[in-house]
Each structure stands twice: as structure tokens, then as C-alpha cells.
Nanobody, 119 residues
Framework: QVQLVESGGGLVQAGGSLRLSCAAS????????MAWFRQPPGKEREFVAS????????GYADSVKGRFTISRDNGKNMAYLQMNSLKPEDTAVYYC????????????WGQGTQVTVSS
């Protein structure tokens, strides 16, 4: 009944940009905190960015601050991750995630989309 689908990944040269999208089939999408995580090859999944249900609060991993921007459009049930000044270290599978206001952990996850940054 709940599904998250990421899109927008691909191959880009260092210094380039990509915009990831997450389509959410959630009835009360406007009340969910949305986030992006990533998993580099051979490494653990790590937090990238999050945004509150109202869009009034955002958080970023230190590694992406100043380069990535998370946003959402509650009218379209969409979340986005604008990635600028990409580095080879950003290469990973990127996952969209969602949680309710009462949850500590993220309840729902997408299937992931591959982002590859070449040097």
C-alpha cells in the first residue's frame, strides 16, 4: 500500500549535476518526513539529507552540505534531491525513505537509483 520509487540517477562527470526524484504512493504524504540515503560500493548505507513534512526543517550530512538540496512538493507527492558539484565520492545507490512523525526510524524505502560520478 506504500511505495517509493526513485528516478533520475545516471552517469555524470565530476563537477556536474543531477536531480533525483522520489514518487510516493502515501495517502498522507504531507505528514511524512522524507529523506535520502546512499550506499557506496562495498560500504554501509549512510544518511544524506532529510526534510520535514512542512518543508520547514532540513538536515544534511556534512559531506554534502552546500552541494545538495532536498525539497518536496506535497501537492504532487514528490521528494527531490538536487545534487550539484558532484564528486567521484558521491558514487552510490541512492535511496528515498519516509517515516511518520511518531517514528524514530524510517518506515518505507524505495528500490534505489544508481548515481555514478566519473573523474
Amino acid at each position: 500500500q506504500v511505495q517509493l520509487v526513485e528516478s533520475g540517477g545516471g552517469l555524470v562527470q565530476a563537477g556536474g549535476s543531477l536531480r533525483l526524484s522520489c514518487a510516493a504512493s502515501i495517502r498522507t504524504f504531507n505528514r511524512y518526513t522524507m529523506a535520502w540515503f546512499r550506499q557506496p560500493p562495498g560500504k554501509e548505507r549512510e544518511f544524506v539529507a532529510s526534510i520535514s513534512w512542512s518543508g520547514g526543517s532540513t538536515g544534511y550530512a556534512d559531506s554534502v552540505k552546500g552541494r545538495f538540496t532536498i525539497s518536496r512538493d506535497n501537492g504532487k507527492n514528490m521528494a527531490y534531491l538536487q545534487m550539484n558539484s558532484l564528486k567521484p565520492e558521491d558514487t552510490a545507490v541512492y535511496y528515498c525513505a519516509a517515516r511518520t512523525p511518531t517514528s524514530v526510524r524510517y518506515d518505507y524505502w524505495g528500490q534505489g537509483t544508481q548515481v555514478t560520478v566519473s573523474s
